[in-house]
Nanobody, 122 residues
Framework: QVQLVESGGGLVQAGGSLRLSCAAS????????MGWFRQAPGKERDFVAA????????RYNAALKGRFTVSRDNAKNTVTLQMNSLKPEDTAVYYC???????????????WGPGTQVTVSS
């Protein structure tokens, strides 16, 4: 079992930045690739970014690349999502998740955090 807890969400004005963190406990987080997803009300859960077990490979939603950056610190069992130049359409609940392999597929992630709300005002 891996327990994941996100933090760092909140209310920010358009153009601002937020830094989300995901703390992992239980099995060693470095055994898993980690991903970030988001879900807006009434919409499906969308892929945001993912990072391989040791951080050597990253993937981004092409529409977000350049504004969002994912990183991880296995010594601290944390994964971070830096979000810059935020837009109102970035408003969603953001989830971190763990997968046995690096993938953009939501169905391949086996452990999920409860999510953190990000609201971007115009």
């Amino acid at each position: 079992q891996v327990q994941l807890v996100e933090s760092g969400g909140g209310l920010v004005q358009a153009g601002g930045s937020l830094r989300l963190s995901c703390a992992a406990s239980g099995r060693t987080a470095s055994n898993y690739a980690m991903g970030w997803f988001r879900q807006a009300p009434g919409k499906e859960r969308d892929f945001v970014a993912a990072i391989s077990r040791w951080g050597g490979d990253v993937r981004y939603n092409a529409a977000l690349k350049g504004r969002f950056t994912v990183s991880r610190d296995n010594a601290k069992n944390t994964v971070t999502l830096q979000m810059n130049s935020l837009k109102p359409e970035d408003t969603a609940v953001y989830y971190c998740a763990a997968s046995p392999f690096l993938t953009e597929s939501v169905g391949s992630y086996v452990y999920w955090g409860p999510g953190t709300q990000v609201t971007v005002s115009s």
